[in-house]
């Protein structure tokens, strides 16, 4: 069985931040998939698809499971899966 963290990007006064390659995001580098809903999808699939680099060949090589009921197939960003239904045995298989 995987273990599922959440990680957030949120300074101390409550400012939520996007991912942007800082060095100390380990738990995106060690992650072996990613787990995200549809907007996230669309903000992430936008902004690193086009990057190189380690963080950037990372997440665009890895899973991504895409909870969504508004999307539809086929997702453009490599490796990414649409789940409409059972998102934690849809994302263990």
Same mark, same amino acid.
């Given at each position: 069985?995987?273990?599922?963290?959440?990680?957030?990007?949120?300074?101390?006064?409550?400012?939520?931040?996007?991912?942007?390659? =800082?060095? /100390? !995001?380990?738990?995106? @580098?060690?992650?072996?998939?990613?787990?995200?809903?549809?907007? #996230?999808? $669309?903000?992430?699939?936008?902004?690193?698809?086009?990057? =190189?680099? /380690? !963080?950037?060949?990372? @997440?665009?090589?890895?899973?991504?499971?895409?909870?969504?009921? #508004?999307? $539809?197939?086929?997702?453009?960003?490599?490796?990414?899966?649409?789940?409409?239904?059972?998102?934690?045995?849809?994302?263990?298989?």
């Amino acid at each position: 069985m995987s273990m599922l963290v959440a990680t957030e990007f949120v300074t101390l006064d409550g400012v939520m931040e996007a991912l942007s390659g =800082e060095p /100390e !995001l380990n738990e995106v @580098l060690e992650a072996e998939a990613h787990l995200l809903g549809r907007v #996230t999808y $669309e903000s992430f699939a936008a902004a690193w698809a086009v990057r =190189e680099g /380690e !963080l950037a060949d990372k @997440l665009n090589s890895m899973p991504k499971y895409v909870v969504s009921s #508004t999307l $539809e197939e086929p997702l453009e960003w490599s490796n990414s899966r649409l789940v409409r239904g059972d998102a934690p045995g849809e994302s263990a298989s």
